[in-house]
């Protein structure tokens, strides 16, 4: 925790993008309420329209606690929410929280000592992924691993320093500010984009490790596919905005994808054909991918620590499907 004067703390803006989150968002709202933060702190809740209820729950929150602010979004959309909160918020910094997030209670205390320990205008830490089901121990271990994922540090760990983005973020509301918040048109990826302008600003966007929210992966393969595929599109799109932001890192598991399917079609033109280095080669590209596959997921699954058996044989699925609804989505794009 922070250890300035309390006169000197700065007032702290939780902002909530909230939609369908009947069932955690009022445990998430007082575990926030619970902050060892000794400075003054407000929540302010950005409220979709929900299929459940949501709003109720918000409104009940609202009306227990007097620093507790619902505020609409129409839209439902991601951005649009967050755009809303820091429209009402009074806070000097600005914290967001998602509306399922289980923050620790020293969470806030921890954003504000690295903004004001580094000077930077944004600061986060880990993505902590948690399963419960085999399928989620999975991924969560998929998720921590650079095979899955590659070498982003709110996902693998790492020392503290500047980074490219950081997970959710604890933000100097000027900063914000400067770059006039998300882009409402980013309906993924708006926390990438928001940070590269950030940087581009002339900001500094902060990791640190001893921030970390927990975070549920997605139960099944299909949502799984549909949460990468999402990724993958809007992330074609932050490199079309940015052409200079694209590097092999974000082209590899398109690249991948393409090499395979090419790989399938050449092979069974060879079989067709009757040509054998035809075939060959054509099948060695997805035969190597599952090879690499396979390899990755026997370390994944003893490194750092032993997944059940029912987790990892489920590995080499969930890379699978992380790998191809990525470079999948990346290839689409997104529709103008």
């Keep these: 925790m922070t250890n ?8 702290v803006s939780v902002i909530m993008p909230v939609l369908n989150e009947e069932r955690h968002l009022d445990e998430a709202v007082e575990q926030i309420l619970r902050q060892d933060y000794l400075g003054e702190l407000e929540v302010v809740m950005a409220v979709g329209p929900s299929k459940d209820h949501t709003q109720e729950v918000a409104d009940a929150l609202a009306a227990r606690h007097a620093n507790v602010l619902v505020v609409a979004n129409p839209t439902g ?3 649009a ?6 429209a009402q918020a009074s806070g000097e910094v600005v914290v967001r929280v998602d509306g399922h997030a289980m923050i620790p209670t020293d969470y806030v205390s921890q954003g504000v000592a690295a903004l004001q320990e580094t000077g930077a205008d944004n600061v986060g ?24 994922v590659g070498g982003a540090a709110f996902h693998v760990g790492g020392a503290p320093g500047p980074a490219l983005t950081v997970y959710l973020g604890c933000f100097r509301a000027d900063a914000l500010a400067r770059v006039n918040g998300y882009d409402d048109s980013m309906e993924r990826a708006q926390d990438w984009e928001m940070n590269l ?17 927990e975070y549920r992966p997605r139960p099944n393969a299909r949502a799984l596919a549909r949460q990468y595929h999402d990724y993958g599109r809007w992330r074609r799109e932050v490199a079309r905005r940015h052409p200079d932001t694209l590097s092999f890192r974000y082209l590899a598991a398109p690249i991948a994808v393409s090499l395979v399917i090419l790989g399938v079609i050449a092979g069974v033109i060879g079989v067709v054909l009757g040509n054998d280095w035809l075939t060959l080669l054509g099948f060695l590209m997805p035969i190597g ?8 997921s026997s370390i994944s699954a003893v490194s750092p620590t032993l997944l059940s058996i029912g987790a990892a044989l489920r590995l080499p699925i969930v ?7 990525w470079g999948l989505g990346f290839l689409r794009g997104v529709k103008s």
């Design 319 to 325: 890379y699978a499907t992380m790998h191809g609804a």
């Design 81 to 86: 929410a967050l755009n809303a909160a820091i």
């Design 77 to 79: 959309k991601t951005p």
């Design 289 to 296: 991918y599952v090879l690499g596959n396979l390899f990755a």
């Design 125 to 148: 830490g880990i993505m902590a992924a948690v399963g419960s089901t085999s399928f989620e121990c999975a991924v969560a271990r998929a998720m921590t691993s650079k095979f899955g």
């Design 197 to 213: 302008r950030i940087r581009q600003s002339g900001g500094t966007v902060w990791f640190t490790p001893t921030m970390q929210v």
């Design 4 to 11: 300035a004067p309390l006169s000197l703390l700065p007032r």
